[in-house]
Structure formats: structure tokens, C-alpha cells
């Protein structure tokens, strides 16, 4: 059955850290958004057995705003 991924695991941060962070810059707090969409999408494919090729083109889009957040995070605020 699949399952929603940890966005905050990955990021090494606690989820407190990230809604603080979140308050404070509307871009990371867009992506942020943009990642549970695309996450969800992921998931809505994987339980409706999707083809492999098009599950494996939204975790792919999925990674591309995962790489972005990453980046938002390290920047200098």
C-alpha cells in the first residue's frame, strides 16, 4: 500500500523547524506545497497501479521540488 513520503525526514529538519521557516519565506512555504501535491500525485498513481513510466515521471517531479526546497533551506535568509 503505498504511503506518503516524509518530506521532513529527508530534510534532516524537525517539522517545527520547517513551519517556522515556512512563516517567514512564502517561496519555501510555496514549494513546500508544491511538494505535497506532487507527493499525493505519487500516491494516487501508485494505488491506481499507473503505468511504471508515469509513476516514475512524477516522482521525478516530485525530487525536482524536493531539490528546491533543499536549496531555499541553505540559502542565506
Known sequence: MPVPHDLYADLNFSKEDIQQK??????????????????AEVVKAEEAKSS??????LKEKRFQVKEKIVQQLQAPS
Do not use: F, G, M
Not at 515556512?22 to 511538494?35: E, Q
Not at 511504471?52 to 515521471?57: E, I, Y
Open 22 to 39: 515556512r512563516t517567514k519565506d512564502p517561496l519555501l512555504d510555496s514549494l513546500i506545497n508544491k511538494y505535497s501535491q506532487a507527493d
Open 52 to 57: 511504471d513510466d508515469s509513476v516514475k515521471k
